[in-house]
């Protein structure tokens, strides 16, 4: 890829966070609606904007489970689309869902990883998010496994293997 087309293609920093104020101002107004209280923290991690929300307590627990988090964060990128014009893949962290989900994560590597030792070939993970799968990757990789995923769309999953 030329350098002129990889830079046309990649998003800015300001651009992020461009996409994470939308977002930002987006999430404050549904927990308003909610009545719920929030801290929102803006940041920029590896090329995506990233918008938490923290409060004291558990005032977030009603929204903080993970497929909530997930409809949300889907709702928050079609409000900063619609707003932008361009594709969104901001991340939406609400009361440590993010911090939940990896520990989840990581206990279903470790499962595979048994699989693995008890004599399996492979062992395939349940389908989840891209953002999730990276997530899979990361965790196999650091562990010295291969992992790959397949499948289309919903049906999309991760399998790992031994090298």
Do not use: C, W
């Not at 918008?51 to 558990?58: K, Q, R």
Request: glycine share 8%; net charge negative.
């Amino acid at each position: 890829m030329s350098e002129d087309l990889k830079n046309h293609t990649e998003t800015t920093v300001e651009q992020l966070e461009h996409e994470g104020d939308i977002a930002a101002d987006f999430i404050e107004e549904l927990l308003d609606i909610a009545d719920i209280d929030g801290d929102l923290t803006l940041d920029v991690r590896q090329g995506r904007a990233y918008v938490s929300v923290e409060a004291d307590g558990d005032g977030l627990s009603v929204i903080s489970a993970p497929d909530t988090v997930q409809a949300l964060q889907e709702l928050t990128r079609l409000a900063v689309q619609s707003k932008t014009g361009a594709f969104s893949r901001m991340i939406l962290d609400i009361g440590g869902s993010r911090d939940t989900r990896r520990r989840q994560l990581e206990s279903l590597v470790d499962a595979a990883v048994a699989k693995l030792d008890e004599g399996a070939s492979q062992a395939s993970l349940p389908s989840m998010s891209s953002y999730e799968r990276k997530l899979v990757h990361d965790i196999v990789a650091d562990r010295g496994l291969i992992s790959e995923s397949y499948g289309e769309g919903n049906d999309r999953h991760t399998v790992i293997r031994r090298g």
